[in-house]
């Protein structure tokens, strides 16, 4: 085996196999943490790690240790690691152009945009957001990145990264056959609703990005050019994409453990998207649900380099990788943060490795399999042995399933929100309460409430003050079982009626259903289901703030779960003493009918009275998600 690795270095040396276009710095070197590879390292990895001007690898092993609090502090090792050594990264630029796309996303939410909206451009089916991200994730799957791109532009990309401070990292090019120029260009995107409203019509762009090309980048001594010519002579990678190993890290780490990082680093993004993106870099392809793939192709360990993807191994069910890989032209790289729970260990591990035996690039002839992932392995096997244990804590503090149910926790604002089917007693004096305390509110009211002639009045009344008017349900419909909440009781086509007559009615009563993308379901009950053809139709499912009895002002003396306006009232202070109101949605009604002795909209003039001696800024729903700094809850 040594004899054949000797051989290999030399067909190197002879070639020039690897990249010859190196600025002068230095190279970072951590020589104990080399020793410590070396002291378990078999000979072929021992070789490996005596030529690194052959297989060019670089690694980056990230300590991880918790004070007290579990606040986690990071040191960085180095092995061979230098910013100026051209590695292509492949598919690690899938990781911060996804991330770019929730972001922009998040932007767009005003226009009805989430991860359900459908992307269309020419030539291809529409596909949603969430969809693409993750095939881009688990599988690093080239169309599903070709279309974020082109949703972002090479502009928006490159602006970001400046933006956030890597200046030494450029994403100039999709994975097809185009040139540096057209690159550059990117066609109309359209982003639509399941039933194809147009929701944003986003024309075709140019980027005028000016990158730096100066620094002439040749890799190999042969390649096959586009149309499979052999050409005799280096690859030019001047113009492509760019990483250093360093940027990598310090990305994902921004992600996964953003207040160890500079504000200007973090990704902007909402506690539901920050979710979805966990569960794609960590979710293995048998565990997708969507979407579903093919795992005879795309084995459990297909993405995960470090310790498993050598021998196709599976990953054991205590351990935990969030990760980004890629591989091509003979490079392979992954950057990865894992949890290993029945060992208490956590660690990051970033590495490369350039494995091209015959110097000749894009001959799909590379060493992956016999020295790429071995080296992965390896390694990671080294050093998670070589991590001391401790308490290791899982990311996922509170999965949810796409509901918002909070603002920003950061400020001190909070939105009164009020549902009506039935019954409106309430409006009018509401209405005066707002007024009088020069505040607006949302109310949240069916089609049977919209129609009700009864309450006309009250709705222009409140239309005209500026309160947020949108949607309940059309017949206040029960969508899913009260005891299997997985149950559902409606139909997809019987929900989106339900919803769209709910529309109808509105606009029959003058108001525009464009402008109210925040829907409450009725009963304040739904799952995920319900979330999804929601967010699909342009609309973003919302629900109260659980903590308090507000929500309970509905019921009656005869009801068992009767709450009195005093016990509600003091359940609202009560929390607020706990830990505060910021970002509350606190859910209360415009109507009970008779059998309630004590309406709690009688109490309305004194608990808005309390809340702004508290220092709270009452805001309607759309006033309160989606502006200013920090993000809603899901």
Known sequence: ????????????????????????????????????????????????????????????????????????????????????????????????????????MEQLSASGVNPHTLLK???????????????????????????LFEFLGQEYINRRLQEMGYNG??????????????????????????????????????????????????????????????IRQPMDFTTHNWMPLRDLQQLMQSFLFPSSVPERQRFRLSENSRQLMLDAIS????????????????????????????????????????????????????????????????????????????????????????????????????????????????IESHPTDGAIIRGDRSRKNIALVFTGHSFGEGGKEIATVLKKRGVKASFFLTGDFYRNRRFRSIIRELKAAGNYLGTHGDK????????????????????????????????????????ALYFLPSYEWY??????????????????????????????LKDKNYRSSARILESIHQKEAQDKLNGFLLLLHIGTGPGRPDPFWKELDQLISWLQEQGYQLKTVPELLFTGRGAPDR
């Not at 067909?11 to 710095?25: D, E, H, N, P, R």
């Not at 997809?492 to 529309?503: H, M, Y």
Request: aromatic share 12%; hydrophobic share 40%; charged share 25%.
């Open 283 to 394: 979710s293995l392809p048998a565990a997708s649900r969507f979407p579903v793939f093919d795992t005879t192709e795309y084995f459990d360990s297909y993405s995960k380099f470090f310790l498993y993807r050598d021998g196709k191994r599976p990953v054991p069910s205590g351990v935990r990788i969030y990760n980004k890989t890629g591989w091509s032209y003979g490079y392979l790289i992954d950057v990865a943060y894992i949890q290993d729970f029945p060992r208490k260990k956590e660690l990051m591990l970033s590495g490369v490795i350039y494995v091209n035996q015959d110097g000749i690039l894009n001959d799909n002839n590379y060493e992956y399999d016999s020295i790429g992932y071995p080296f992965f392995r390896e390694i990671g096997e080294i050093l998670l042995d070589a991590t001391p244990s401790g308490r290791v804590l899982p």
């Open 476 to 515: 206040h419909l029960l969508y899913n079982d009260w005891q299997k909440k997985d149950s559902l009781l409606v139909t997809k086509e019987a929900f989106i009626k339900d919803l769209r007559d709910n529309e109808a009615a509105m606009k029959k009563a003058g108001i525009d259903p464009s402008e």
């Open 1 to 104: 085996m040594v004899v054949i690795f000797r051989r290999i270095a030399i067909y190197f040396f002879l070639c020039i196999g690897a990249a010859v276009s190196v600025m002068a710095q230095k190279t970072l070197q951590d020589i104990d943490l080399e020793q410590t590879i070396r002291a378990s390292a078999s000979p072929k990895l021992r070789f490996i790690l005596d030529h690194p001007e052959v297989f060019q690898y670089q690694l980056i092993y990230t300590e991880i240790t918790r004070d007290a609090d579990d606040r986690p502090a990071f040191k960085h090792r180095y092995l061979q690691v230098n910013d100026s050594v051209y590695f292509n990264p492949a598919s690690m630029v899938k990781f911060p152009s996804a991330l770019m796309a929730l972001e922009k």
């Open 169 to 230: 990292s450029r994403i100039t090019r999709r994975f097809l056959a185009l040139t540096p120029e057209q690159h550059r260009v990117t066609p109309p995107v359209q982003l639509l609703t399941i039933d194809g409203r147009v929701l944003i019509d986003q024309p075709a762009q140019k980027s005028v990005f000016p990158f730096d090309f100066s620094k002439k980048i040749s890799v190999g001594n042969a390649h096959y050019n586009w149309s499979d010519s052999l």
């Open 121 to 147: 451009t020419d030539g291809h089916a529409p596909a949603s957001l969430l969809e693409l991200v993750r095939k881009a994730m688990i599988v690093s799957d080239n169309e599903a990145y070709n279309r």
């Open 527 to 556: 799952n995920d289901s319900i979330v999804w053809w929601t967010n699909q139709l342009g609309r973003h499912l919302v629900n109260y703030t659980p903590g308090t009895l507000s929500h309970a002002d509905y019921t009656r």
